[in-house]
Structures are given as C-alpha cells and as structure tokens.
C-alpha cells in the first residue's frame, strides 16, 4: 500500500509543469523587454547627458580659456605696473641718494669748518694762556724781586730807625717835667711816630695875629729871632691862653689839658724869618691827674 500512493500522484504533478514553465517563459519575455525597454531609455538618457555633459564641458572651456586670458593680461599688467615701480624706485632711490651724500658732504664740510674754528679758537685761547702765563711768571718774579728789595729796605729801615731812635734824647722841659724823647728834624720824628708811644702833629707857624689850630690846641705866632735861634708863641688850651716867651729850638715848651697826667708838649725845630717849623707831641692816653 505504501508504493501504491505515490504513483497515483505523479500524472496530476507532470500536468502541471507545462503551464508552469509556460508563465515562466512568458514572465521572462515580459521581462527581456521591459530590460530592453528600459536599456533603450538609459541610452537616451545617457546620450543626453554626454551631450549636456559635453556642452558644460565646453562652456567651461570657453569660459577657462577667457578666464586664463583675462588672468594672463593682468598678469602682464602687473608685471608692466611692477617693472615701472621699480624703474621709479631706482630712480628715486638715486635721487635720494644723490641728495643724501650732497646733504652729507655739506655736513661734512660745515664740521669740518666748525672743527677748523674750534682749533683755532683753542689755539689762540691757548696762546692767550700761554702769554698770560708768561707775563705772570715775569710779574711774579719782578713781584719776587720788588718783595725781596722791600724786605731789604724794610730791613735797612728798620735798622736805621732803630739806631735813630737810640740817638734820640730826652730832656727836661720848661715846666721842669722830664719830657720824652725828642726829634730834632723829619728823620727822628718819623722814627717817633713809628714807636707809636704818642700822638705827633706837625705843623708849620708865620708870624700873625691869627691863632693855627694845631691837634687839639690853638697856636700863635708872636716873634721869632732866627739869629739866636728863639721865638715866642700864645697857646690856648682848655680856653686858658698861655704864653710861652723866648723859647730855644729842640726845648720841649709843656703844658696840661684837663684829663691829661702826662703834659703836652711843642717842640720847635726851625726858626725862621717870621716863621717856625715842628710839632705837637700829646699824649694818646688821657688820666685825670691827682
């Protein structure tokens, strides 16, 4: 039973085939001309883009090939433009130059001038200086010679003020007091007056009925003998007039002013025709005396 079966099925599967294969071989006709169809219609479609692919291609040709022209003559331009530019620069670059070593030869020549003016103003001061300098050195060493001479005069003169003054001598007065030393001309005056013990006036009397102020005191001339070498004056001191009649020359005629413990003194050295020559001696510290 179990072999039976399976025969009973096989003429019913072999009816069916026929038509199945036939729908196949139909499906697939359909199908080869669809593909064709469809092929048919992607060659157009790819025919029709070479064509528009090409057209772009060619515009853009076109279009690189005027773009690059364009590109290329501004290019040139430029290159025109950059080749003036630098002509120009050169030239302005010479002309800048050519006035930069103009302005610095002047430069130049201007220190050069100045240095020359400046040298020779250094060496003309230095001149100067060295003139100065030489004129010094002559006035310091006639400066030198002039001190040395006056050391040795100061030097003599003190030597011979010093032996005047041991000559000098001192004699009583007519009012009995013992003077000082007493000069008897110009010479043993000045050596007085250099001890500075006391205050000198010389003076010079003519005859005349006229009083001489002389230091502190009134003088007058009243007579003079030249022959015995006497005269006679009128003093007023402390508004006390005094006579002092036939006096000698070189005698010390004293008297007193108020304040005074040491008495004044006129010493007459010359005696002349109408006219005596000498000095007032008072004394420099004035003390009331007892």
């Known amino acids: 039973m179990s072999e039976e079966a399976p025969r009973a099925v096989e003429p019913r599967k072999g009816s069916l085939m026929i038509p199945i294969l036939f729908g196949v071989v139909l ?21 029709a883009m070479r064509q528009s692919l090409t057209n772009e291609v060619a515009k853009v040709r076109d279009t690189s090939t005027l773009s690059t022209s ?10 025109e433009e950059l080749q003036q530019a630098r002509q120009q620069a050169a030239a302005a670059a010479g002309l800048v130059r050519k006035d930069a070593l103009k302005h610095a030869d002047q430069l130049a020549r201007q220190l050069q001038e100045e240095q020359a003016k ?21 006035k310091i060493s006639d400066v030198s010679t002039d ?3 006056v050391k ?8 011979e003020l010093d032996k005047t003054i041991s000559e000098l001598k ?7 007091v013992q003077s000082g030393l007493i000069a008897t001309n110009g010479k043993e005056l000045a050596a007085l007056k250099a001890l500075g013990d006391r205050n000198y006036y010389e003076f010079k009397l003519a005859k005349s009925k006229q009083f001489q102020k002389v230091g502190s005191v009134q003088i007058q001339l009243s007579k003079t003998d030249p022959k015995k070498n ?18 000698n020359t070189n005698e010390p005629v004293q008297f007193y002013m108020a304040g005074a413990r040491q008495p004044y003194e006129i010493v007459v050295n010359e005696v002349g025709k109408n006219q005596v020559t000498g000095y007032l001696s008072a004394p420099k510290v004035l003390q009331a005396r007892n």
């Open 27 to 47: 499906a697939l006709a359909a199908a080869n001309v669809i593909t064709f169809v469809w092929l048919d219609g992607l060659k157009q479609d790819m025919a």
């Open 70 to 79: 364009s590109s290329q003559q501004h290019m040139n331009d430029l290159r």
């Open 118 to 138: 400046q040298q020779a103003q250094v060496n003309s001061q230095l001149s100067e200086v060295k003139d100065a300098a030489t004129t010094a050195n002559s």
């Open 147 to 149: 001190v040395g001479n």
């Open 152 to 159: 040795t005069e100061v030097a003599a003169t003190k030597s």
């Open 170 to 176: 001192s004699v009583r007065g007519d009012l009995g």
């Open 230 to 247: 006497k005269y006679t004056l009128q003093v007023i001191a402390d508004d006390k007039r005094v006579e002092k009649k036939d006096k």
